[in-house]
């Protein structure tokens, strides 16, 4: 008898950010780091981790240079390139939807964590395979957070008990389809309207690497990542 086939997986790579802070007048994924645009750093992520049976890309509308970076990429999976919406939840939607049939898990990635490790990718997928709903990749926060109102302090939470919250964020596709469906107001991450939906979200260890291009400093730090990794390689 033959061994049952793993549940296939589906990432949407989230590429809609302008990038105003970073300066360069041009949306943030078509920023190059060390040579190579931020989306193709991202999308070659995905693709070496090896967990993937089908990309999905989602950009702004009309932005024909992020498609070109795809169309100049030769995958050994499918890649598409889909428009995405005016806020992030649409973008995610819009990359749900054009997810193939027969896919029963999805990672959600924000493309400005381009030099995210493989094995963050990894991890994730082992936890989805192994029964959780959500898992997200998370790393210990080191400063201490205040909680603030009207400019004043009116909290400090246990450190201890704090994470900084990463992608790519892990779900079963049907799950978020619904909790995407029953969504109130806008949300930063998916996994949150897992939690507003009941549904315990798991954390996996994240990576140093995995941090969000944002600003010129970000960029800078990237920049010297990447170069460090191709040194490595």
């Known amino acids: 008898m033959s061994e049952p086939s793993e549940p296939r997986v589906g990432v949407i790579i989230v590429a809609g950010g302008a990038g105003q802070r ?3 007048g041009i949306p943030k994924a078509q920023v190059h780091v060390a040579g190579r645009s931020i989306l193709h750093r991202a999308v070659q992520g995905v693709l070496d981790a090896g967990i993937a049976a089908e990309i999905c890309v989602v950009v702004p509308a009309g932005d024909t240079a992020l498609r070109a970076t795809i169309t100049g990429m030769t995958p050994d999976v499918p890649v598409r390139v889909v428009d995405g919406g005016a806020a ?7 990359g749900l939807a054009a997810l193939s049939p027969g896919t029963a898990l999805v990672l959600v990635h924000d493309a400005a964590r381009a030099l995210t490790p493989p094995e963050v990718f990894r991890r994730v997928v082992a936890a989805l395979r192994s029964g959780a709903e959500a898992v997200i990749p998370v790393i210990p ?4 957070i205040k909680t603030v109102d009207d400019g004043l302090v009116i909290a400090t939470p ?3 008990t704090l994470r900084a919250v990463q992608t790519p964020q892990g779900f079963n ?3 978020l389809r ?5 969504q109130g107001a ?10 507003r939906l009941g549904i315990p979200v798991q954390v ?12 010129a400093q970000d960029l800078q730090l990237a920049e010297i990542l990447a170069q460090t990794m191709k040194d490595k390689a």
Do not use: I, N, Y
């Open 141 to 144: 926060v080191v400063d201490t």
């Open 88 to 94: 992030r939840p649409d973008s995610v939607a819009a």
């Open 204 to 215: 996996v260890e994240g990576a140093d690497a995995a941090f969000k291009v944002t600003t």
């Open 178 to 182: 619904r909790a995407h469906q029953a």
């Open 158 to 160: 246990a450190r201890d």
């Open 173 to 175: 596709l049907a799950t």
């Open 22 to 24: 970073l300066g360069h």
């Open 186 to 195: 806008a949300v930063t991450d998916d996994a949150t309207l897992m939690e």
